[in-house]
């Protein structure tokens, strides 16, 4: 595998998925979620930073979501529908590389969503700590604010390479992102599912290790989500951030050798 | 050596709506001599592109063996000396013609062996240097043509694979293809075509084969196939014969 064709191909579609503009609506979005912000918390007669740190994460959050749905799954399923994939591999570049280079180059574009989407966000969080000074958290630190934007932008990256596995096993695109959809929806739940399964006194044994291979199977997305952690400073566990980073890293790992092993086997 | 060579070649298909087995290629052989321009015909749904999609290892076939240039199409360096033109032009729409050319230039290394400037010289050649930072979704259809052309050519490669190269150009640009492939075949390329405009095939091919509902009705010389009464009425002779 070669460093160079990855980087070329990361390019590509770098520059291919800018220029589709999505990534103009997305930061059209970040500006309505501040704006929206700026309209409706003032209503809000509590803890107002807390909830304009919560608003702006979640807009980080759904900005990248929709890079991912709008931009780099229509992208793969084009690839084949379009037969665009056939530009790239009929160059001297193995199919690994052509995966590992759209998912860097996607990569790229979710980082310059996170950016983008940053600047409306930390803009309204600075300007309500000015307004409402005294309802900004004892331990509030913009250190954990930007670590918990960045695991929003590391989350969504853990979830492209679950929408990569999905889209080289099947071949209908409504599919892929039906499939998505569900993987998001249990990613963001599986951890409270889990921790109400393994608590539960009448929960059968079947249903918690069914509970448990979901947990495996699809990312939890639910690991990265440090809201609290931004908004009130609390300590997290010793060695969490760690933890889920390599936790991250990992199902991103194999979830990309899985995609190379099946999209070696299909036929375009 | 042979620039091509299919041994046997059997590609199957499951369709969903039918639920049965589709034969597209059966036991398909043939081999392609280098240096020869050879016209791969066919009915529609005869198997061309499936077979030209095997020799770019798009598919992978169910049974038999493929060499292109004496090595698997599954080892990605043999895509070094092909070069190929699909069809359908499948390119990044909002990318423009030049840095597609620079990504394959790159990606093959030829910039470092022909220099600064190659990109520019080959699209001087297509008669694209004036449209190199267009978008190509702004390509009128003959441009993408010509456009999916130069691409195949960037890295001067020894075997060209041409599916339908000459469809929906007009008759000046058709004209300049043909003599651009006659040219290349002057250099010594290999040349595998695939056309429905047998005319055209006439004008550039040593040798030919007639696909049909995947098996090969007929492979020889150009000549002793059109000797007759044309190549036209061979290929529907040949086709109407074996039904």
Redesign the interface.
């Known amino acids: 595998m070669r460093l160079n064709n990855i980087l070329r191909i990361a390019l590509l579609s770098f520059k291919e998925g800018l220029r589709q503009k999505v990534i103009y609506g997305v930061s059209c979005f970040g500006l309505i979620m501040a704006a929206a912000t700026y309209a409706f918390i003032p209503f809000i007669g509590f803890d107002i930073c807390r909830v304009v740190i919560d608003f702006m994460l979640m807009a980080v959050s759904a900005g990248c979501l929709m890079i991912i749905f709008f931009l780099c799954l229509p992208g793969l399923v084009n690839d084949i529908r379009e037969q665009t994939v056939y530009f790239v591999l009929s160059s001297p570049v193995s199919r690994e590389e052509y995966i590992l280079g759209r998912f860097l180059g996607f990569s790229m574009i979710l980082f310059v969503a996170l950016v983008i989407l940053n600047v409306p966000a930390l803009l309204m969080v600075k300007l309500y700590i000015i307004k409402y000074p005294g309802y900004v958290p004892l331990h509030f630190g913009w250190h954990k604010l930007l670590l918990a934007s960045f695991f929003k932008f590391y989350a969504a990256l853990v979830f492209l390479s679950f929408v990569f596995l999905v889209w080289s096993i099947m071949e209908s695109g409504v599919l892929v992102s039906i499939a998505s959809i569900i993987a998001y929806l249990i990613g963001q739940n599986i951890n409270t599912v889990k921790d109400i399964a393994m608590n539960s006194k009448t929960m059968g044994i079947t249903a918690k290790n069914l509970i448990s291979l979901v947990s495996w199977i699809f990312p939890n997305l639910g690991y990265f989500n440090l809201n609290t952690y931004a908004a009130y400073g609390v300590n997290l566990p010793e060695h969490y951030l760690s933890k889920i980073f390599v936790y991250g890293f990992s199902y991103m790992g194999v979830a990309i050798v899985i995609t190379m092993f099946f999209f070696k086997r299909r036929d375009l | 050596m042979d620039a091509i060579v299919l041994e046997s070649v059997t590609k199957k298909y499951r369709s969903d709506i039918e639920r049965q087995e589709k034969t597209v290629l059966d036991n398909l052989s043939f081999c392609l001599k280098e240096g020869t321009v050879f016209g791969f015909l066919g009915p529609n749904g005869a198997g061309k592109s499936t077979t030209i999609?095997i020799l770019?290892?798009?598919?992978?076939p169910d049974s038999g063996r493929v060499f292109v240039n004496g090595l698997s199409p599954d080892r990605?360096?043999?895509?070094?000396e092909?070069g190929?033109m699909?069809e359908?032009p499948?390119?990044?729409a909002?990318?423009t013609i030049g840095?597609?050319v620079s990504?394959?230039s790159?990606?093959?290394g030829v910039e470092k062996t022909f220099g600064m400037g190659y990109t520019d010289r080959l699209l001087e050649k297509t008669g694209l240097l004036e449209y190199k930072n267009r978008?190509l979704k702004r390509f009128s259809k003959g441009m993408l043509q010509r456009a999916s052309l130069a691409?195949a050519l960037v890295h001067d490669p020894k075997i060209l694979v041409l599916d339908e190269p000459l469809s929906g150009l007009d008759p000046l640009m058709r004209h300049e293809v043909i003599e651009l492939l006659k040219d290349l075949r002057e250099q010594g390329k290999t040349i595998f075509l695939s056309s429905h405009i047998l005319n055209d095939i006439e004008k550039v091919c040593d040798d030919i084969a007639i696909l049909n509902k995947g098996r090969i009705m007929y492979a020889g010389k150009i000549d002793e196939a059109s000797v007759n009464d044309g190549l036209e009425n061979f290929f529907v002779k040949t086709l109407t014969d074996l039904q």
């Open positions: 999609k770019l290892n798009f598919i992978i990605h360096n043999v895509r070094k092909i190929y699909s359908k499948c390119v990044y909002n990318m840095e597609l990504f394959k790159y990606i093959t978008p691409l």
